[in-house]
């Protein structure tokens, strides 16, 4: 028979990421109805706290989805599409296709720029799409979790704009990790997840819907994601679904936390992280397979060296360190390891901890690597 969990398990994969300790007492507190007036109190708050911490623009509605990060993805979709609308969507990995046939079925007719995967999209590329075949939609992938790249949002935004598109940004893997302007940078509606940079559970997914995003809503055929219906229940106190409390109370617990760390900081933390796992690995004579400045510093993606088995690996860091990392998607099964690095998962001790594992499991698999070499180099970049 099954049972629970009796290990920790070091989440260091594409996400979950580990949940921080108060997020996890957060989970214990009384479970109280959908529309208690402690509940609607924290919505409030968490509302607040959303539209700020995505720096929204005033007039905003920033809400929680209940659901992982695809019922964000599908939030922004049902609300921003209808058939016939014309949707442009960045393809630059597994998460941009996902979008492409989510937006394909609530009916949009969809055009593409797709990228080689470990690459960032070239905005040039876009504008010349959009030039020849307008959009009233822009879908991008901003931390594409398959390949590890950052894909230049702003800028990629502002040519959308420039051709009077909307856009539906994907910061799954980016919110609370990357810096990310909601208002700034002129994005229409924006969503994300609760695992990953954020370090609570899986089963919210923050969203928010700009003015503009607002402005040019559908009707939306689904009528669980329906913005109006959910704005209802967020703002008008009118019953829509029987919201969890309990991930409620873990959200708002995680948004504290953001606050209280600070955004630059925690970005800075991230970047900080990213780069001494960097030099381990380096030092190891292990790469990542983006480009410098494609770089995320929230999931690295690491190039298995020619020879290893990458399955194998993984599964040493699991049954001997009790740590887990992610294996590649589609095209890039077998080629890379997906490490995550994000939000209480992004630590120093863990950089250390799983440098020391993975040479123990490239020694396993008969790899040369330098004794001790990724955590000294580690050690000293920690120092600068
Ligand atoms: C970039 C990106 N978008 C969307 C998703 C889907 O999120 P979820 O698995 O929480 O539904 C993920 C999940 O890893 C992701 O990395």
């Given at each position: 028979?099954?049972?629970?969990?009796?290990?920790?398990?070091?989440?260091?994969?594409?996400?979950?990421?580990?949940?921080?300790?108060?997020?996890?007492?957060?989970?214990?507190?009384?479970?109280?109805?959908?529309?208690?007036?402690?509940?609607?109190?924290?919505?409030?708050?968490?509302?607040?706290?959303?539209?700020?911490?995505?720096?929204?623009?005033?007039?905003?509605?920033?809400?929680?989805?209940?659901?992982?990060?695809?019922?964000?993805?599908?939030?922004?979709?049902?609300?921003?599409?209808?058939?016939?609308?014309?949707?442009?969507?960045?393809?630059?990995?597994?998460?941009?296709?996902?979008?492409?046939?989510?937006?394909?079925?609530?009916?949009?007719?969809?055009?593409?720029?797709?990228?080689?995967?470990?690459?960032?999209?070239?905005?040039?590329?876009?504008?010349?799409?959009?030039?020849?075949?307008?959009?009233?939609?822009?879908?991008?992938?901003?931390?594409?979790?398959?390949?590890?790249?950052?894909?230049?949002?702003?800028?990629?935004?502002?040519?959308?704009?420039?051709?009077?598109?909307?856009?539906?940004?994907?910061?799954?893997?980016?919110?609370?990790?990357?810096?990310?302007?909601?208002?700034?940078?002129?994005?229409?509606?924006?969503?994300?997840?609760?695992?990953?940079?954020?370090?609570?559970?899986?089963?919210?997914?923050?969203?928010?819907?700009?003015?503009?995003?607002?402005?040019?809503?559908?009707?939306?055929?689904?009528?669980?994601?329906?913005?109006?219906?959910?704005?209802?229940?967020?703002?008008?106190?009118?019953?829509?679904?029987?919201?969890?409390?309990?991930?409620?109370?873990?959200?708002?617990?995680?948004?504290?936390?953001?606050?209280?760390?600070?955004?630059?900081?925690?970005?800075?933390?991230?970047?900080?992280?990213?780069?001494?796992?960097?030099?381990?690995?380096?030092?190891?004579?292990?790469?990542?397979?983006?480009?410098?400045?494609?770089?995320?510093?929230?999931?690295?993606?690491?190039?298995?060296?020619?020879?290893?088995?990458e399955?194998?690996?993984?599964?040493?860091?699991?049954?001997?360190?009790?740590?887990?990392?992610?294996s590649g998607l589609g095209p890039l099964a077998g080629r890379i390891?997906?490490?995550?690095?994000?939000?209480?998962?992004?630590?120093?001790?863990?950089?250390?901890?799983?440098?020391?594992?993975?040479?123990?499991?490239?020694?396993?698999?008969?790899?040369?690597?330098?004794?001790?070499?990724?955590?000294?180099?580690?050690?000293?970049?920690?120092?600068?």
């Open positions: 028979m099954a049972s629970l969990p009796q290990t920790e398990r070091i989440l260091l994969g594409p996400g979950p990421s580990l949940a921080s300790p108060r997020v996890m007492r957060a989970l214990a507190a009384p479970v109280v109805s959908h529309l208690d007036p402690q509940m609607v109190a924290l919505l409030d708050d968490v509302r607040e706290r959303l539209v700020r911490l995505f720096r929204a623009p005033e007039g905003s509605f920033a809400l929680a989805v209940s659901g992982t990060g695809t019922s964000g993805m599908e939030t922004a979709v049902a609300n921003l599409v209808q058939p016939g609308t014309r949707a442009h969507v960045v393809v630059t990995g597994y998460f941009g296709e996902r979008l492409a046939q989510m937006l394909d079925r609530y009916g949009a007719t969809v055009t593409r720029t797709d990228v080689e995967w470990g690459r960032a999209c070239d905005p040039a590329a876009v504008r010349a799409a959009l030039k020849t075949q307008p959009a009233d939609v822009v879908a991008m992938v901003h931390a594409e979790t398959s390949t590890g790249v950052l894909n230049p949002v702003e800028a990629l935004a502002a040519v959308a704009r420039e051709q009077g598109a909307v856009t539906i940004v994907d910061a799954v893997t980016s919110f609370g990790g990357h810096p990310l302007e909601v208002g700034p940078w002129g994005l229409g509606a924006v969503y994300s997840c609760s695992q990953k940079c954020l370090s609570a559970p899986s089963g919210l997914a923050p969203v928010v819907f700009t003015p503009e995003a607002r402005a040019r809503a559908v009707k939306s055929r689904s009528f669980y994601f329906d913005l109006a219906l959910l704005e209802d229940y967020w703002v008008r106190r009118k019953y829509h679904h029987t919201m969890s409390s309990t991930l409620v109370y873990a959200l708002h617990e995680a948004l504290a936390a953001v606050d209280e760390e600070g955004l630059q900081a925690r970005w800075a933390r991230h970047e900080r992280h990213h780069r001494i796992l960097l030099a381990g690995l380096e030092a190891m004579g292990l790469s990542v397979l983006p480009p410098a400045g494609e770089r995320l510093w929230t999931l690295n993606a690491v190039t298995v060296p020619a020879g290893v088995d399955a194998a690996v993984r599964k040493l860091l699991l049954t001997e360190f009790q740590m887990e990392i992610g390891w997906r490490v995550g690095l994000m939000g209480a998962s992004s630590a120093p001790h863990l950089i250390l901890l799983f440098l020391g594992a993975l040479e123990r499991a490239l020694r396993a698999q008969g790899v040369k690597v330098p004794p001790g070499a990724g955590t000294a180099a580690a050690v000293a970049a920690m120092a600068n």
